[in-house]
């Protein structure tokens, strides 16, 4: 297997790739907002081929940071997950040189540690660890570890609710209404979208990843891609979710934010269930809440709201070595 670093945004092979193995955060289409907004990233995105033919195995995306002192890289900085996408076909043994031959290209890049933040195993059509057991067999180690919430859509259905949900959903409807929006709305309502996930992601002191510019960026960019759903109560935005198409069978719901002033008519139920139903008609396998944990704790009101949704829980392993 020969590793090679790629400029992703003329790399034909990589491009080829994706269009085969879909995964947004290493589409160098929605990649290249971090180039585009000077976030300074140095990026070591990398593809692994045969040796013995013209075919990429797999592709990896990272990125060269500082670490208290230590150059690292990281798989990556400027998304939720990067790791490892490959596709269906590969074997235990071609992920075994894969993480040979990653390896040494971290020493021959003088990299002293390395951090693969992955995505859920659940994501791929195949069910199976062999590519965690090829690294961690190669030395890597399972060093953090979070919880997302997945619903399995063929599984899903309104009458599965639990009842008081199911009477929050009825009740919600009679005084929410929710839509998907695109840019024939003016800017102003563009504004007041964007206030409602600050305002929102201020009560929780944190801010968006994403600023306004970046986020309606990413939209024109990937307009099929990104989705945005409003929630509107009395002419007024209630309720705002973005949805990334991460493959072509999975939905992340990577913003769900709600205006504290309509919190009697239970929008954030309504918005969720709505969005999730449409997930599902649209033809979606999984629909993926986002994580439920912070810092390494459980926000356990956090995933007792989205479990009553059927989301069960499944992790997001982050793997390292120090070379």
């Known amino acids: 297997m020969i590793t090679i670093k790629s400029e992703i945004k003329t790399d034909r092979d990589w491009k080829d790739f994706i269009s085969e193995n879909y995964n947004l955060f290493f589409d160098p289409e929605f990649l290249e907002y971090n180039d585009v907004f000077m976030k300074k990233i140095v990026w070591h995105h990398l593809k692994f081929r045969y040796k013995d033919k013209n075919k990429i195995a797999a592709l990896m995306t990272g990125c060269e940071v500082m670490n208290k002192g230590k150059k ?3 798989s990556s900085n400027g998304v939720s997950f990067g790791g490892l996408l490959y596709g269906e076909k590969i074997g235990i043994s071609d992920f075994s040189n894969i993480a040979s031959g990653f390896k040494n290209y971290l020493i021959e890049n003088e990299f ?9 195993v659940l994501y791929n059509d195949s069910f199976n660890e062999e590519y965690e057991y090829a690294f961690l067999k190669s030395g890597f180690s399972i060093s953090n570890y979070s919880i997302t919430n997945i619903i399995k859509l063929a599984e899903f259905d309104f009458s599965k609710l639990a009842n008081p949900l199911k009477r929050s959903i009825r009740n919600s409807s009679k005084q929410v209404s929710v ?3 695109d840019f024939e709305k003016d800017a102003d309502y563009l504004d007041r979208y964007y206030q409602v996930l600050f305002d929102n992601r201020l009560t929780k002191k944190t801010t968006p990843t994403h600023s306004k510019d970046e986020l309606f960026y990413l939209k024109k960019k990937l307009p099929h891609r990104i989705i945005l759903f409003t929630a509107e109560t009395d002419n007024d935005i209630s309720g705002v979710c973005v949805l990334f198409v991460i493959k072509p069978d999975v939905i992340l719901n990577f913003y769900l934010a709600t205006d504290s002033k309509y919190k009697k008519y239970r929008v954030s139920d309504y918005l969720l269930y709505k969005t999730i139903q449409w997930a599902k008609e ?4 999984l629909y993926d809440i986002g994580t439920s944990d912070s810092s390494g704790e459980l926000i356990e009101g956090l995933f007792s709201f989205k479990k009553k949704f059927k989301a069960d829980g499944y992790l997001r392993k982050t793997y390292s070595i120090k070379l």
């Open 72 to 74: 690292t890289f990281v």
């Open 282 to 285: 649209a033809g979606f396998r």
């Open 112 to 120: 002293s540690e390395c951090i693969l933040k992955n995505y859920p």
């Open 179 to 181: 839509n998907i929006i």
